[in-house]
């Protein structure tokens, strides 16, 4: 029963390959948006603590996995038609809280959202860097979003961008420091196959 978190730059293909291990080890399956709606099904509700401590961790899991998708970070969107926004750092209060829950009773892949940090103290849990060139991560978007090269190019400076915004609220500029994780891959010198391979091993041992 192992915990798998997937940090990753923008266009490395994180999501893609995240669902692939899910799929592949029967693992439960959560990534920034899963993750996005929990944290603004909680903020908004008066006692969202309290739906996280007290939900069985299943329940939780069917209750985050239903909520409706937002298209933008909660940090950038306005809540109950209101010009106010989350505090970064009460954003993060509330990863640690989500994040934990998730990987409570194992089997979990965990892309993004500062999984590394949160979970790094976490016994049989494994965390994973993918990494890649601008160019391989531009043709990656390019086939995955249908988008043109100038937009893949603007897609990427833009979630780098809300990356290191992100991990500001961490206190932590160290995200892509290798001696944070127990795996890194290129993906612009290995296909999905070897790298599902490589990660298939490191669990197995």
Known sequence: ???????????????????????????????????????????????????????????????????????TSLMELPLDDKERYIDGFKYVELLNLIIPKIAKD?????????????????????HLLLIANKEDRTKFIEEHYRASS????????????????????????DYDDPTLYDLVINMGLLSMDKAQELVIKLING
């Open 106 to 126: 194992g089997n979990a892949v965990i892309v993004g959202r500062g999984g590394q940090y949160i979970l790094q103290n976490l016994e049989n849990t494994y």
């Open 1 to 71: 029963m192992a915990v798998i978190t997937i940090s990753r730059q923008f266009g490395a293909g994180g999501k893609t390959f995240g669902r692939r291990i899910a799929d592949t080890l029967g693992y439960y399956y959560a990534d920034e948006d899963i993750i996005e709606r929990a944290v603004v099904e909680i903020y908004i509700s008066s006692d969202g603590r309290k739906t996280i401590e007290s939900e069985p961790v299943d329940r939780f899991k069917k209750f985050i996995s239903k909520l409706n998708p937002f298209g």
């Open 150 to 173: 100038t937009r893949a190019a603007q897609m990427i400076k833009r979630m780098d961008k809300r990356r290191v915004n992100l991990f500001s609220y961490f206190r932590r500029k």
